[in-house]
């Protein structure tokens, strides 16, 4: 049965600092690794994909790697905002084939002090 | 293009209470997924429609939670009675791919349900 973990569960920096969230997950076997965003009462909204063949993906401020190998994954954001504060979660699926679920982590509380 | 429509955005019910809530997906996506979001964790599957069949439904507690996808579009989720652990936000997601694929994973905004 796949798990994902992230730690920590809560992080707090000062706005303008470089961050690291993890994201590992005990099953490498997957098909793809995405990082959400939710903010308080709302749902979930995409950040970046990354497909089990790729190693890292960009967008603006924000860069996704994954090592399938060893079951990690880290999203970087650069000079954090206050607008960043949110709850990051990384979900994985299953491979292609069969009825296996999407597994979701339970998620990185960020908190961008101005 | 139109995201996943959720409805209620709250509802607040008291024990033993019935509610329903109601999920549109995006246009064209094959798969449907209502979740339960308890706070300070991760969302947990309740049921994964693909269009109108169920594919998975073994986290969902079947005595008192229903679920239905008619003609394989809307569906509904319904609890009855509630229990006080059941208070929680309630989403709705749905992908173009048919089975438990990220690509184009979209999210609704959620229906948070307080059972007093």
């Known amino acids: 049965k796949q798990e994902v973990t992230q730690i920590p569960a809560a992080l707090s920096v000062p706005e303008g600092e470089n961050l690291v969230l993890n994201c590992s997950f005990t099953?490498?076997?997957?098909?793809?690794l995405q990082w959400f965003r939710q903010d308080p009462g709302k749902g979930l909204t995409s950040l970046l994909l990354?497909?089990?063949?790729?190693r890292e993906q960009t967008s603006g401020r924000l860069n996704a790697s994954l090592d399938k190998s060893s079951g990690r994954s880290t999203l970087y954001i650069a000079a954090s905002q206050p607008g960043d504060s949110a709850t990051y979660l990384c979900?994985?699926?299953?491979?292609?084939?069969?009825?296996?679920?999407?597994?979701f982590g339970t998620g990185t509380k960020l908190q961008v002090i101005p | 293009e139109a995201g996943v429509a959720q409805s209620p955005r709250y509802k607040i019910i008291e024990k033993r209470q019935s509610v329903a809530f109601w999920c549109n997906p995006i246009?064209?996506?094959?798969?449907l997924y209502w979740y339960q979001q308890i706070l300070g964790q991760g969302p947990k599957l309740l049921i994964q429609?693909?269009?109108?069949?169920?594919?998975?439904d073994s986290q969902l507690p079947k005595d008192r939670f229903s679920a239905e996808r008619l003609k394989g579009v809307d569906s509904t989720l319904k609890i009855q009675p509630a229990k006080l652990e059941d208070s929680a936000v309630y989403l709705c997601?749905?992908?173009?791919?048919?089975?438990?694929?990220?690509?184009?994973?979209?999210f609704g905004s959620g229906t948070r349900l307080t059972v007093v």
């Open positions: 997601a749905s992908s173009l791919a048919g089975w438990a694929d990220l690509y184009g994973y979209t």
């Open positions: 099953d490498s076997a997957i098909y793809n």
């Open positions: 990354i497909q089990s063949s790729q």
């Open positions: 979900a994985v699926s299953p491979p292609t084939g069969g009825y296996q679920k999407v597994t």
């Open positions: 246009s064209g996506h094959a798969t």
């Open positions: 429609f693909q269009n109108n069949g169920v594919v998975d």
